[in-house]
């Protein structure tokens, strides 16, 4: 777990580096808490398959800038890609709203 800072707001961040770690990522999983997320890196497009519960998507770039925010993605038939993108953020939904994350804010890292 690393810590990412941003607004005000400090969040645990699993990290997913690999290939099967990335290919897991919250699968199988019943919630991911408020404060926390999992970051895909490399990844600039995620799939919902075998999700239980919807999340936000915010997707970075190298610099930790946000390029795009995809909001309450649904569970099993969600998709969502940003070209360009290094990095893919998953957060519970509606914690984009909560942390008031808008493009072009960066999240620095302990």
């Not at 890196?41 to 970075?60: E, G, K, T, W």
Request: hydrophobic share 50%; glycine share 8%; aromatic share 12%.
């Amino acid at each position: 777990m690393e810590k990412f800072f941003i607004n005000g707001a400090t969040l645990e961040i699993e990290i997913a580096e690999t290939f099967f770690s990335r290919l897991i990522g919250l699968m199988g999983r019943k919630n991911l808490d408020k404060g926390h997320g999992l970051l895909l890196a490399p990844c600039n497009s995620i799939h919902m398959l075998f999700m239980r519960f919807a999340i936000d998507v915010v997707y970075l770039d190298k610099e930790f800038c946000i390029k795009k925010i995809a909001r309450n993605v649904s569970p099993w038939l969600g998709m969502s890609f940003c070209f360009g993108a290094w990095a893919a953020l998953e957060l519970p939904s509606g914690e984009a709203e909560r942390l008031n994350l808008a493009v072009g804010q960066k999240f620095h890292r302990n």
